[in-house]
């Protein structure tokens, strides 16, 4: 990935409190991972290793490795890698840039067809990367992997303006997003299942869910922001 998006997610990462919840998307497995097993469980073939991309501090893949018999959580940012660590100890954690199509091969070299739980990735990546990425999910699922994925929904871009909106004191953990130069790109319908298509991958399910984010208004109320999720293989 260009290094300028990289030296923006190793600053967010860095700057970050190394705590659960401190990201706006680090929501508890409960409500995140967990309540989406019966979207993808049965999907998934029990023999292979799932990959959490997009790992971050490691929540979700803690909750994945309760589950699955190997989990390793990726993620593209090294400090995000060293949060996880830090955060749980004993589970597997690694660098890696999804839009590395080599680093992808290298991978599934290595641990062979696998299983993919991945949030909130492709909507954060520069539009012209996204096709090596899908490419990259493509090799990792190998002729007997699946995919769950979930990004943003076309309306999260409203919430997310009308929630900043309130005031300054307002959402304060998107705005640290923000701060960072990580604006979640407008998405359209459709977009996700494009981007999938065009590396061969075919969606078999999908649906709208709602991510229970970690920021609040300055009433209290919760952020909760529309998504859309997909199994592909």
Known sequence: ????VNAHWQGFWTALPAEPAA???DSSAEVTATAQLPLFESYFRSTLPVLDVGCGSGTQTAA????????????????AIEHATALHPGLEFRAFDLADTAAAT?????????????????H?????????AAR????????TGTLFAVELAPAAGAVIQEAVARGP?????????????????????????????GA????????????????ALPDGTRLDLPMTYVVAG
């Open 1 to 4: 990935m260009d290094q300028p």
């Open 23 to 25: 990201a706006i998307w």
């Open 64 to 79: 994945l490795a309760e589950r699955f018999g190997r989990v390793l959580g990726l993620d593209f940012a090294p400090a």
């Open 106 to 122: 290298a991978l599934h070299d290595e641990l062979g067809d696998a299983n993919l739980y991945m949030r909130g990735v492709l």
């Open 124 to 132: 954060q990546m520069p539009d012209e990367r996204r096709a090596d």
């Open 136 to 143: 990259s999910l493509s090799v990792l699922l190998g002729e």
């Open 169 to 197: 004191e307002a959402v304060p953990k998107m705005r640290m997003v923000f701060a960072h130069n990580l604006t979640p790109a407008a998405w359209v319908d459709g977009k996700l299942e494009s981007v999938l298509a």
């Open 200 to 215: 061969g991958l075919s969606v078999r399910a999908s649906g709208a869910i709602t991510l229970e984010s970690t920021d």
